[in-house]
Every structure is written in structure tokens, then in C-alpha cells.
């Protein structure tokens, strides 16, 4: 029996070692991969449900490996945010979707909001600030066409130092908007405290919109209460017809998903919005 557990316990440790040298390497990579300049962008457009027209895009990063293949943000984001990598690739996204903008508005597409997001540890660095000023002065980009999507946890750890540096941001224009809304613990109280433009509700919430009555109900609940607060409201993950009939009958401002287009890379994107713009 000694033996059988001493086995065990060197196949449990041959296992972590195992699972630590995957995400070593996967970390190794990813990091090679940013500082060669192989990560890009991805834009996915956000719908005004009452005109129908685009009223901006998402930027969202991308990995394709060449052995790995498509590597998902759900597993690299989370590891660039424990090894503090984040910062500098969160800047990078920052900058690259700015210029970008700035370019579609030379070429006439003059009135989409970019919204970048902005990981809880990138927002605590204390010269976020200064970093989102600098990269619009160098970009040129007017912070009108900046939201920033932040997460609830940002406000579970660092409240008042968040809001004052929010507070700095929204004086230039920039808008914020608070996103994956409602998966949180948060209580809705924090929400009157922030200067907040917009809420994002999480794809979660979508999902069973024409199937659950309880999951209908919580949702319209969250586009009602969001309205009495003065916040616009954006859904997330929309697939089907019948949850973007629902949404548009509760009066969701815009919508995102894959019902109108998923997120696509930057020439598809420019193609999607002069063809829409001309409508
Ligand atoms: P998120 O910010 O909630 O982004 C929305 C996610 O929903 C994206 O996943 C998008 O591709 C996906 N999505 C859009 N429409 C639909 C739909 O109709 N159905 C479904 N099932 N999914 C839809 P993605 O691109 O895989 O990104 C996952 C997460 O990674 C993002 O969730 C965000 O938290 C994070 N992420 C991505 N890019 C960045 C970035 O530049 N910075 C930071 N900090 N996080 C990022
Ligand atoms: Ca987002
Ligand atoms: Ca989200
Ligand atoms: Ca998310």
C-alpha cells in the first residue's frame, strides 16, 4: 500500500510537471509570438437597432500559431493577464485599433466608435491614464470615437482609485462601457458611482432567449433597469433572429454577434461597413 501511494504520488507530480511545462511553453510562445508581431486584430461590428446602420466595432485579438493553429483569446488572454503580459499586448491593441480607425475615418467611414478592452490588471496600472491619452495624441484619434470595455472585477478590488482614473478619461470624451454585464457577483448599487456609459450583457444572457422564460425575463429585466439608469444598452452573442426580434422588441440599443457578423479581420471589416454605409 506504501508503495501504490508512493506511485501515485509520483504520477501526480509527473502530471502537474506535465501540465506546468504545457502552459510554460504555450506562455514561451505567446510571448514570442507578441514580440515578433504576430498577433493581430479582428474587428467584429456593433448594429444600432433602431437604424439598422453600424454604429462601431470591437477590436478583439487574435493568435494563429503555426503549430498550434487559431489559439482562443478564452486561453490566451488568461494567461497573458497572470503573467502581467497583458500590459504591454493590451497597449499594443490599443494602439493598432486606434491608427486603424483613424485610417477608416480618412477613407469615409467617419462615424464608428472603437471599442478596445481593457483588462482589470492593465486598468490598474497607475499610468493607464496616461498611457489611453497618449496613444490617441499620437494616433490622432478624438477620444469621442474611444469605449473602453472594462470588467466588474475592476471595481471589486480598487473602487475609488478606479473611478478616479475613469473619471480622468470620461473628461476627454472617452466613453466606457462595463462588459460581460450580469455575470458578475456585483450588487447593481456600484453602478450609480461610476461614470458609465453603457452596459454589455453577457452572451450568457442571450442563449436561451426563445427557449427559457426565466432567462427572457432576467434579460428584458437588465435592458429595463439599465434605461432607468440613463445607460445604453448593448447585447451580446446574437445568433438567431428570434433573440435579435427580442432584444429590438425590449429596446436594446445595439446589438453584437454573429447574427449580423463575427468578428472579422480588418479589410473583410472595411468591405462590411463602406457595403452597409451605402445602404
Ligand atoms: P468579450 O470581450 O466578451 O468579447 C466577445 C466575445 O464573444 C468574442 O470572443 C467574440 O468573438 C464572441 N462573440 C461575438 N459574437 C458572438 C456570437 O454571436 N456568439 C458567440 N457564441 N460568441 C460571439 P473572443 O474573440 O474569443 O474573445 C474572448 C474574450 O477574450 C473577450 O470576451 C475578451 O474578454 C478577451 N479579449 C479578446 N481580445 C482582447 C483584448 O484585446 N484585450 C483584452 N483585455 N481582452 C481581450
Ligand atoms: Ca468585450
Ligand atoms: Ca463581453
Ligand atoms: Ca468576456
Given at each position: 500500500a506504501k508503495e501504490a501511494g508512493k506511485n501515485q504520488y509520483a504520477f501526480f507530480a509527473a502530471e502537474m510537471t506535465q501540465v506546468a511545462k504545457e502552459r510554460l511553453k504555450l506562455e514561451v510562445k505567446l510571448r514570442k509570438a507578441f514580440e515578433q508581431q504576430e498577433l493581430f486584430l479582428n474587428y467584429q461590428p456593433r448594429v444600432?437597432?433602431?437604424?439598422?446602420?453600424?454604429?462601431g466595432m470591437e477590436a478583439l485579438m487574435r493568435w494563429l500559431d503555426l503549430d498550434l493553429g487559431s489559439v482562443s483569446p478564452a486561453e490566451f488572454i488568461p494567461l497573458a493577464e497572470e503573467t502581467g503580459l497583458i500590459v504591454p499586448m493590451g497597449k499594443w491593441a490599443l494602439q493598432t485599433a486606434c491608427r486603424q480607425t483613424r485610417e477608416w475615418q480618412h477613407m469615409g467611414l467617419k462615424n464608428l466608435t472603437l471599442s478596445v478592452n481593457i483588462s482589470t490588471l492593465q486598468f490598474q496600472q497607475a499610468d493607464v491614464v496616461e498611457m489611453i491619452l497618449g496613444v490617441l495624441q499620437e494616433t490622432g484619434l478624438d477620444p469621442h470615437f474611444l469605449e473602453l470595455e472594462l470588467t466588474e472585477s475592476l471595481f471589486m478590488v480598487e473602487r475609488v482609485e478606479a473611478i478616479r482614473k475613469l473619471n480622468l478619461l470620461v473628461e476627454k470624451g472617452i466613453q466606457i462601457s462595463i462588459d460581460?454585464?450580469?455575470?458578475?457577483?456585483?450588487?447593481?448599487?456600484?453602478?450609480?458611482y461610476l461614470p458609465v456609459n453603457v452596459i454589455k450583457i453577457d452572451k450568457e444572457f442571450m442563449r436561451n432567449i426563445g427557449k427559457l422564460a426565466y432567462d427572457e425575463a432576467l434579460a428584458e429585466a437588465i435592458i429595463a433597469m439599465a434605461h432607468s439608469l440613463n445607460l445604453r444598452v448593448v447585447a451580446e452573442g446574437i445568433e438567431t433572429e428570434t433573440q435579435y426580434r427580442f432584444i429590438r422588441a425590449k429596446g436594446c440599443d445595439e446589438m453584437q454577434g454573429y447574427f449580423f457578423s463575427e468578428p472579422v479581420d480588418a479589410i473583410t471589416f472595411e468591405t462590411l461597413a463602406f457595403h452597409v454605409q451605402a445602404d
Open positions: 444600432n437597432m433602431k437604424t439598422g446602420k453600424m454604429a460581460d454585464f450580469g455575470t458578475g457577483y456585483s450588487s447593481l448599487n456600484y453602478l450609480r
